[in-house]
């Protein structure tokens, strides 16, 4: 039995608010998709990474089904510098050479994707890792990027161009949580592999699994309409506003937010790009009627 003299009445009420009001989003999302990218500076803290795997363990628990794409930008540039390889971004992408993309999905395959679900699994035996190359789930291309007018060639750098879901809702029907690391096929050069953006991977599958939402975990609160005007974070907008938007946006912003807005064309209900420093911002985004960053609707 509990000693009600260590029990404080205020904190005690305060969790049972928060318990209420997420009941009509718990209703909302029983038995949908939500596709979480996760990526930045959640990867890399030991108290972020556990908050986040709870964060999804929960999700499971309570009916939910969450499917993870995991990037893996600070772990791959670790890994290159330890290996005196060097490293390149152009407009928000990072170039990879073939010497780089092997560095790139060693890491996302063979180190990220593991130790995730491991942390995942640590709150019960649900998660299940996954490559965008397993059974054809991404099919890439290699793309490159233009800047002032001139297209920059990327290396081995691709977009996803075609999605199977199926091995994903194969683990979703076995009650599983797929942990997506992205790479894919090369769709012109058989047996070359891809490093696909992460959150334009999240996207693509998001739309392909008819997901509820797609939450983008970033290292920023949302979007700036005038940054680095900290007064004018857009919690709300629409894919039109965004279209608006884009071009004057930070590079490396960029492709987060297309991402949103693809989702939200091709079907996807609600897209947001949310503060992965913030403790189970997952959480707060998805059971709580403020949420957390800037979300994105069609319109």
């Known amino acids: 039995m509990t000693d009600i003299q260590d029990t404080d009445p205020t904190a005690a009420s305060a969790r049972v608010e928060a318990m209420i009001e997420s009941l009509p989003w718990l209703q909302r999302f029983r038995d949908q998709i939500v596709v979480i990218k996760y990526g930045g500076n959640a990867m890399v803290s030991d108290e972020l990474q556990e ?25 791959i540039s670790s890994m290159l510098d330890r290996l005196e390889i060097p490293s390149e971004f152009k407009g928000g992408y990072r170039v990879t050479t073939t010497e780089a993309i092997s560095v790139v999905r060693m890491v996302l395959t063979g180190q990220i994707n593991p130790q995730l679900v491991a942390r995942i699994n640590a709150h019960g035996p649900l998660a299940t890792g996954l490559s965008g190359e397993d059974a054809g789930l991404f099919t890439g291309r290699r ?52 490093n696909v953006n992460a959150d334009a991977a999240a996207s693509a599958l998001a739309v392909a699994l008819g997901a509820a939402k797609l939450v983008v975990l970033t290292d920023v609160p949302g979007l700036y309409a005038d940054w680095p005007d900290r007064d004018s974070l857009v919690s709300h907008l629409t894919a039109s506003e965004l279209t608006a938007m884009l071009p004057s946006l930070e590079s490396g912003m960029i492709p987060k937010m297309t991402a949103c807005l693809h989702a939200v064309q091709g079907g996807v209900e609600t897209a947001a790009i949310i503060d992965g420093r913030v403790p189970h911002s997952v959480l707060v985004e998805i059971l709580t009627n403020k949420g957390i960053g800037t979300e994105v609707v069609n319109g």
């Open 51 to 75: 908050a986040f795997a709870a964060d999804i363990a929960y999700l499971r628990h309570v009916g939910v089904k969450p499917v993870v794409v995991h990037g893996g930008g600070p772990q």
């Open 143 to 194: 793309r490159g990027v233009v800047l002032d007018g001139v297209e920059h060639d990327l290396g081995r750098v691709g977009d996803v161009v075609s999605v199977d879901p199926q091995p994903v809702i194969d683990q979703l029907e076995a009650g599983r949580i797929p942990v997506v690391s992205s790479i894919a096929p090369d769709r012109d050069n058989q047996g070359h592999s891809l």
